[in-house]
């Protein structure tokens, strides 16, 4: 079945640094991925939505300044967190479909804790 | 937009009971409803799922009905057992990208 890898599975990062995620679909290409972002005890909150070859698309509310999505191959998309806060701390989730697939499959999430 | 309430939000039951979680949508043109159990720390993982064109579908323990009129599917799960304890997303789907989730209910099988 469809495998979307993503790492680093944690991150420890002091404030005002950049902390890159890694999202690669290992099996199937993914022209489209999805960036979430989880809060303790809530659901998954979409950030934007990554399109190999072009821009990202962000949902309202999210700085694409802070927010870096770069989806250079249609196997790998990656957000860059950039000069983070303690509030960017957060479980971060991605997502990709295959082609003529309707669910998604998510990857295994990043911790990140900004110190 | 799409939204999706997702009833009870924790729910504790004995192990060998069963389990229903219940989600109701808004845009009737969402064809596409999976559900997701999520362990701590991990991503979600795809339990089952239904289109539209279907009422029910199962996968042994697990069950998903479906009522388009209604707007509402439900996940049932039977002979609960403790590894069943997890957080369980619903999410509604059309035939775009739009895919949103349910706030989650808190599965506790006791033991």
């Known amino acids: 079945g469809a495998v979307v890898s993503q790492h680093p599975s944690w991150v420890i990062c002091k404030s005002g640094t950049s902390v890159k995620i890694e999202c690669r679909s290992l099996?199937?290409?993914?022209?489209?991925m999805f960036w979430y972002r989880q809060f303790p005890k809530q659901s998954l909150m979409l950030m934007a939505t990554s399109n190999e070859g072009s821009k990202a698309t962000y949902e309202q509310g999210v700085e694409k300044d802070k927010f870096l999505i770069n989806h250079a191959s249609l196997t790998l998309s990656t957000l860059t967190v950039t000069s983070a806060h303690p509030e960017d701390s957060s479980f971060y989730i991605c997502s990709a479909s295959p082609k003529g697939y309707y669910g998604y499959t998510f990857g295994s999430g990043t911790r990140l804790t900004v110190v | 937009g799409e939204n999706v309430e997702q009833h009870p939000s924790t729910l504790s039951v004995q192990e060998g009971d069963s389990a229903v979680i219940k989600c109701t949508y808004s845009?009737?043109?969402?064809?596409?409803f999976p559900w997701y159990k999520q362990e701590l720390g991990k991503g979600p993982q795809l339990i089952i799922d239904?289109?539209?064109?279907?009422g029910e579908k199962k996968d042994q323990r697990i069950a998903v009905t479906l009522n388009k009129t209604a707007k509402h599917f439900s996940l049932h799960i039977t002979e609960t057992q403790p590894e069943d304890s997890a957080v369980y997303f619903c999410a509604a789907k059309d035939y775009g990208q739009n895919f949103v989730f349910g706030p989650g209910t808190r599965l506790s099988v006791l033991p």
């Open positions: 239904i289109r539209s064109n279907v």
């Open positions: 099996d199937f290409q993914a022209t489209t």
């Open positions: 845009d009737s043109a969402s064809n596409y």
